[in-house]
């Protein structure tokens, strides 16, 4: 009882202590926290289904677990109606920018445009870091760690409070990466590039990264520069902050995340410095909001339809041997059929009419400014040439609603369907004796490759020659020039093996061989074969990816110097021209290739070579496609306390 006149609030305060009169004890502190005025109820848009990150903070059934999950997460500055309101969506924020990904690192400053967008929207944000990979950082190869982020990943987004999520993507492996986590927790999600980088210029020469790497190896191998102008010559090519300022992997994976429906029209090309990359930051940030509430998830954008529709759109754009690969992976982690037998089906016979390196002329600032993947689309959509112009996209409407009619101001960059860069730019799928499946990017095949390999008037559009067979790039580099490789000649072809997924391990970037120098000096150049991959950015028109490569028993394995190896692109065949008893008698006697699959060097390399696929697969880790709509199947892991 308060003492007779007291004026001190005690006996109001001990009425509130026993629940007398008001709903809400004074402590005598106030709290910004948890405003008196909060009362939980509803405000704002109803989402059409409950929000998943509501299990974690607005839980009626479990309330000891809801204020273990809010009473941290409030410790930083966040309120209850932040997080607690069943209207208010948590937005995560994929963040593959750091120190090590500097092709990625401007989005440290796009996050916080990505932020407000969200926040004006009405969502709360939650950035977090995914596992860094950075193309031409990581050793022995990024391609090792597409699978690991991915991973990390998709435990990020089951095992937190995250209703949808921003993709931060950029260099090569960061795109499919984190479309391979989002699709198989099947979250709402939008894709955000980086951006490519500024123009490179030497004088007023273009200069376009990747390209001026592979163009300058044969310079310095033929004398023609020294290691300080090769130097010199790359560093001009990376100008700006950004990713590959050419159409190599980088750019081709963020045009096809755009083609998917599952980044924001126009967006795939803007260079990262531009001002307009922010503005695309913040309205990518507003519109992951609604498709939270609208419940929009990768499984209704990326279907078959739209994978079709990405094939079209790479061949035309003259995209990445890497493609393949990557969408392959990502359809695998939805359940959508997909394979290389696709690729050829659908773009085979598509032109090439973006005129940017490695198979055009300019680079990525003038695709922009030409009108991006709107622009190209818009072109084959002109020629009924889009498979599926119905295919939905994460703007909320179709690809063929976004595109229409937006045709190139710019015809020297994005030409026209009628005036083709090539006649036939998409991807060829061999197969035969030597492997099950090996892609080709007709797109590359210079003037030279076709006058001396595929103009045979007795035997058009096939080849056929002596291998010089290489055991990894360590073996390539340690021989090339020397006397054991002095039988190599115009009709040689050279062989990449060990180089696979299993091999490597992870697929590395090293079919792309130059023939010697005494070979380069007279301008020849030479067919390449490999079990792995070659940059985006290269113009070696190679037969890559051959599944299954020498380390899973792949015949590459047992290829040796001087077997004659005949490629026919009309039949779409690569045998060596060995009988079948030979072949048998051959392996037996070699047994188990191990030349070219150096021993694990990290656990996580023993782990991946245990677990992953082949690359006409998508070199997935094949216990891992099993899980699919995560998110619909198990909303919540189990309680941690």
């Known amino acids: 009882m308060a003492c007779e006149g007291c004026t001190c609030g005690r006996a ?12 809400r004890p004074n402590t005598g502190q106030r709290s910004f926290t948890a405003p008196a005025e909060y009362t939980g109820e509803p405000e704002g ?10 299990l974690w903070f607005n839980n009626p059934a479990d309330v000891d677990m809801t204020s273990l999950h809010v009473e941290r997460y409030v410790n930083a500055g966040l309120t209850l109606p932040e997080i607690h309101s069943p209207r208010k969506p948590i937005i995560g924020i994929a963040q593959t920018g750091s120190d090590l990904a500097p092709c990625n690192k401007h989005h440290l400053q796009l996050a916080e445009r990505v932020r407000a967008g969200i926040l004006t929207a009405g969502g709360t944000p939650f950035e977090f870091p995914c596992h860094p990979i950075q ?12 699978n690991l982020a991915y991973l990390s990943l998709v435990e990020v987004l089951h095992g937190y409070p995250i209703d949808g999520v921003v993709l931060l993507t950029g260099c090569d492996k960061t795109t499919p990466a984190l479309l391979m986590g989002a699709s198989t927790l099947n979250i709402p999600a939008i894709v955000m590039n980086v951006g490519p980088m500024l123009n ?8 376009g990264s990747g390209k001026v790497v592979w163009d300058s190896r044969n310079r310095l191998a033929t004398g023609e520069i020294d290691e300080g ?13 950004g990713h590959c300022n050419t159409v190599g992997t980088a750019t081709t994976m963020n045009a096809l995340a755009e083609a998917l429906g599952m980044a924001l029209p126009g967006s795939a090309s803007i260079p990262a410095v531009y001002r307009e990359r922010g503005a695309c930051a913040y309205a990518t940030g507003m519109r992951i909001v609604d498709l939270v509430r609208q419940d929009i998830k990768p499984s209704d954008i990326m279907t078959r339809e739209a994978f079709e529709n990405a094939i079209a759109v790479c061949a035309s754009l003259g995209g990445s041997t890497n493609a393949p690969i990557h969408l392959n992976a990502v359809a695998k982690h939805l359940g959508v059929p997909l394979d290389n037998d696709d690729w050829e089906r659908v773009g085979y016979e598509l032109p090439l009419l973006v005129n940017v390196q490695p198979a055009g002329e300019y680079l990525c600032e003038e695709f922009h400014r030409a009108g991006g993947v709107p622009s190209l689309v818009a072109e084959l959509l002109e020629h009924s040439k889009l498979p599926h112009p119905d295919a939905l996209t994460v703007s909320g409407k179709t690809i063929g609603e976004n595109c229409r009619g937006e045709l190139s101001p ?34 590359v095949i210079s003037a030279y490759f076709s006058d001396h390999y595929l103009s045979d008037p007795a035997d058009p559009m096939a080849f056929e020659g002596p291998v010089a067979v290489f055991d990894g790039p360590e073996d390539y580099h340690a021989r090339i020039e020397s006397e054991s490789c002095a039988f190599i000649d115009e009709k040689t072809i050279l062989v990449m093996r060990g180089a696979g997924p299993i091999g490597y391990p992870g697929a590395a970037e090293v079919v792309n061989m130059p023939p010697p120098a005494r070979l380069l000096r007279k301008g020849i150049e030479l067919p390449c074969i490999g079990d792995g991959r070659q940059s985006g950015t290269c113009s070696t028109p190679a037969i890559l990816n051959a599944s299954p490569e020498a380390a899973s028993g792949g015949m590459l394995g047992y290829l040796v110097d001087g077997d004659v190896v005949r490629i026919d692109l009309k039949l779409r065949t ?9 072949i048998a008698a051959r392996k037996k006697s070699m047994g188990t290739y191990v030349a070219g699959a150096p021993e694990s060097q990290t656990p996580w390399q023993e782990m991946y070579r245990r677990s992953v696929g082949q690359l006409d697969g998508g070199m997935v880790l094949q216990d891992a496609v099993k899980y699919q709509r995560v998110a619909q199947r198990h909303p919540i892991g189990r309680r941690n306390h």
Request: proline residues 6%.
């Open 229 to 241: 102008e090769f130097l010199r010559r790359v560093a001009l090519s990376a100008p700006s902050t």
């Open 135 to 146: 193309e031409t950082g990581k050793r022995p190869n990024a391609a090792l760690d597409r």
């Open 574 to 582: 690569a045998n060596v021209k060995l009988s079948d008893d030979d």
């Open 200 to 207: 490179g210029y030497d004088g007023d020469k273009l200069v």
């Open 45 to 54: 848009i109803e989402p059409v289904v409950p929000l998943r990150s509501k």
């Open 410 to 443: 710019d015809r020297r960059v994005i030409v026209p369907f009628t005036k083709p860069l090539k006649d036939k730019a998409g991807f060829l799928n061999l197969k035969g004796n030597l492997f099950d499946s090996a892609i080709m990017k007709t797109s």
């Open 12 to 23: 109001e305060a001990e009425a509130t202590a026993h629940g007398e009169g008001v709903l």
